[in-house]
């Protein structure tokens, strides 16, 4: 199930915005579409070859799950660039791989 995200250098970029409009009430800051978990470990895999994962249904652990696609047209709307989350899936993984080996 897909579920929105938040690409935390968007998310200040959108704040500075709402900021400088001086915008008020409720804005789902979140980049724009959906990520599937599995998308995420394809990419990461990319960057570490011999990472492994498994992609279990979560039906199958009996847990209560909430998937949510949020809705960025208030915050376009505001003149915002929203950006989509398969835009900034690359960078975001590599820049975190990037990180965890200088840490």
């Known amino acids: 199930m897909p579920n929105s995200v938040t690409y935390i250098p968007d998310f200040v970029e959108a704040l500075r915005h709402l900021i400088k409009i001086d915008a008020r009430g409720i804005y789902?800051?979140?980049?724009?579409?959906?990520?599937?978990?599995?998308?995420l470990m394809e990419v990461y895999k990319k960057y570490v070859p011999d990472f492994q994962y498994t992609v279990?249904?979560?039906?199958?652990?009996?847990?209560?799950?909430?998937?949510?696609?949020?809705?960025?047209?208030?915050?376009?709307?505001?003149?915002?660039?929203?950006?989509?989350?398969?835009?900034?899936?690359?960078?975001?993984?590599?820049?975190?791989?990037?990180?965890?080996?200088?840490?």
Do not use: H
């Open 28 to 39: 789902n800051v979140v980049n724009k579409g959906g990520l599937r978990y599995p998308k």
């Open 56 to 103: 279990v249904d979560y039906r199958k652990l009996g847990l209560v799950r909430t998937n949510l696609l949020l809705s960025t047209r208030k915050l376009e709307k505001s003149g915002f660039k929203v950006r989509k989350i398969d835009d900034v899936l690359e960078e975001c993984v590599r820049g975190y791989v990037e990180k965890k080996g200088k840490g």
